[in-house]
C-alpha cells in the first residue's frame, strides 16, 4: 500500500524530531510530578504529552516544500494514498505517544501506585482527545493550504493552541478533584469508573471515525490542487 510509503517518507523527513521526544516525555513526566502524585501526576503527563503531539504530528506539512514537494510530486501514487499517508503519520506518532503514556501506567502499577480505573478511562478519553486534535489540525492545513498572509502565524496557533488548552484544561480537573477530597465532598468516581470505561472506548472509536471523515474531506479539497 503507497500511503504506507509516504508515512515512512514522513518519518525519514522528521527524524530529527524524534531525538528529542524522550527528552519532552522526561519533561512531561516532571511537570506531572510537579503538580501531584500517583494517578492524577499520570493525567497531567499524558496531557501534556499530546500537548507535545500536536505540535510534532504536523511537522511534515512544514517540511513538505521545495525540493521535497518536488520530489514528493515525482513519485506515483494517488492524492488518496497521499493523504492517507499524512493521516496514517498522524495517527502513528499519536498512538506511539500513547503507548508510552501506557508503558508509564504500567511502570506506575508495578511501583505499587493505586491506579484507579476511572482515571484510566480519563486517560482513554485524552487519547480521543488527542486523535482528534491532530485530525483537525490536518484538516486546517490540507484546507487553508500555505503561503497565504498570515499564513505562519495562523498555522502556529494552530499548532499550539488546541493542546495547551487540554493541558490546562487537565491541570484544573486534577485540581478540582484534589480540592474536593479533603472536603469530604468528592464524588465516588470509582464508583462509575465502568460507565467512565464505556465513555473512554466509545471516545476513541468516535475521534477514529471522524479522523476518516476528515480525511476524506482533505481528498476531495487536494483532489483539485496540483499537490496533496
Known amino acids: 500500500m503507497r500511503a504506507l510509503h509516504f508515512m515512512k517518507i514522513d518519518y525519514v523527513l522528521t527524524r530529527k524530531q524524534m531525538y528529542f521526544m524522550p527528552v519532552f516525555f522526561v519533561l512531561a513526566w516532571v511537570v506531572g510530578r510537579g503538580v501531584t502524585e500517583g494517578a492524577m501526576s499520570l493525567l497531567v503527563t499524558c496531557s501534556y504529552t499530546l500537548f507535545v503531539a500536536s ?40 498512538a506511539l505517544l500513547g503507548v508510552l503514556c501506557a508503558a508509564l501506567w504500567g511502570l506506575y502499577a508495578l511501583m505499587g501506585y493505586e491506579l484507579p480505573l476511572w482515571t484510566v478511562a480519563i486517560g482513554l478519553c485524552e487519547l480521543a482527545v488527542g486523535i482528534l486534535m491532530m485530525a483537525l489540525e490536518f484538516l486546517f492545513f490540507y484546507v487553508f493550504g500555505e503561503g497565504k498572509g498570515n499564513w505562519q502565524y495562523l498555522s502556529n496557533i494552530v ?29 465516588d468516581l470509582e464508583a462509575f469508573a465502568g460507565k467512565f470505561m464505556q465513555a473512554g472506548v466509545v471516545a476513541i472509536m468516535v475521534s477514529l471515525l471522524l479522523t476518516a471523515v476528515a480525511a476524506a474531506i482533505c481528498v476531495k479539497v487536494i483532489a483539485r490542487r496540483d499537490y496533496a
Open 55 to 94: 505540535i510534532f504530528s504536523t511537522a511534515p506539512f512544514g517540511y513538505c516544500t521545495g525540493k521535497n514537494r518536488g520530489f514528493l510530486l515525482l513519485l506515483p501514487a494517488t492524492v488518496k494514498e497521499r493523504v492517507a499517508g499524512r493521516f496514517l503519520y498522524g495517527l502513528s506518532f499519536v
Open 159 to 187: 499548532r499550539v493552541v488546541p493542546g495547551m488548552a487540554m493541558f490546562f484544561a487537565t491541570n484544573g480537573f486534577v485540581g478540582e478533584i484534589q480540592d474536593m477530597a479533603p472536603a469530604g465532598t468528592g464524588i
